[in-house]
């Protein structure tokens, strides 16, 4: 069996650790994230079930830990990329030290794209590779005012980039033997955010979003909303919905209303 290369990232726990396991059986490792020493546990489990194991730990909110990453992605040899390391930092804006912005949106939103960047040109010499970035419904959410949902603004900016960034990577990429994927979960009971997942009765296990995620890629999907049912009919209305805004909105004047004179 030709086994090939897939770096993965945030793979100490949670989603990331999840897909290493799904992926061990056909595919040798490179595990990044912060924390040596789970990674080293993970790595040993790993081996045992056949998989070549790399250790990178690398810290993605820093430029040094995405240079590391970026550094072994130029050698061309990885075939599938998760970009799936993330952190919430969940209050409002105005409580977010300065310091935090930066490095939250180099995590969330900057580091993503840089390892696609770095990751592409040996993906496309070889004529094979996949990419998935880990986003998150929450991309979908600027308009709700749900009162459950987390005080997330510069979460949102990010992911909602991170889904952009990579459903237009995907038709940039349509002719081309790279498949792309953005994966959209929900609650998930991991660690994540102190691990509040883990007492919400609907949050799905991480290896469901992994294996929804690796089971979509098979069904050809751009887009992985892993708890969606009709997912097709919802991203239509949703295209539908973009183009009426671009399209409608692409005008030489401005709208009746912006004209009008006010009684």
């Known amino acids: 069996m030709n086994r090939t290369i897939a770096l993965i ?31 080293a546990d993970l790595a040993e489990e790993l081996r045992a079930q056949g998989a070549a194991v790399e250790v990178l730990p690398a810290d993605l909110m820093t430029q040094d830990g995405i240079a590391a990453v970026t550094d072994r992605l130029a050698a061309g ?7 799936n390391a993330g952190a919430g930092g969940y209050a409002p804006l105005t409580d977010v030290d300065p310091a935090d912005i930066e490095r939250l949106l ?5 580091a993503p794209v840089r390892l696609v960047h770095a990751a592409l040109p040996g993906m496309l010499a070889a004529g094979e590779g996949t990419i998935v970035t880990v986003a998150s419904l929450l991309a979908f959410s600027a308009g709700l005012t749900d009162s459950r949902a987390p005080r997330r603004t510069l979460y949102v900016a990010a ?14 990429l349509a002719d081309t033997p790279v498949r792309v994927q953005v994966v959209c979960p929900g609650v998930v009971a991991t660690e994540w955010n102190s691990g509040a997942g883990r007492s919400i009765p609907w949050a ?28 097709d009919s919802a991203l239509d209305a949703l295209l539908a919905a973009e183009l009426a805004f671009v399209r409608g909105g692409n005008q030489p004047t401005p709208a009746a209303r912006y004209t009008e004179p006010r009684g």
């Open 204 to 231: 799905m296990s991480p290896e469901g979003v992994a294996s929804a995620s690796l089971a979509g890629l098979r069904l050809g999907e751009t887009v992985c909303a892993p708890g969606l049912e009709g997912q």
């Open 77 to 83: 040899d990885v075939r599938m990329l998760i970009s």
């Open 9 to 39: 990232t945030g793979a100490s726990s949670g989603i990331g650790a999840a897909y290493a396991r799904l992926l061990a059986d056909e595919h040798d490792l490179v595990l990044v994230a912060r924390r040596a020493d789970r990674l």
């Open 159 to 172: 992911k909602a980039a991170t889904l952009g960034f990579t459903r237009t990577l995907a038709g940039e």
């Open 106 to 110: 180099t995590l969330n939103a900057i």
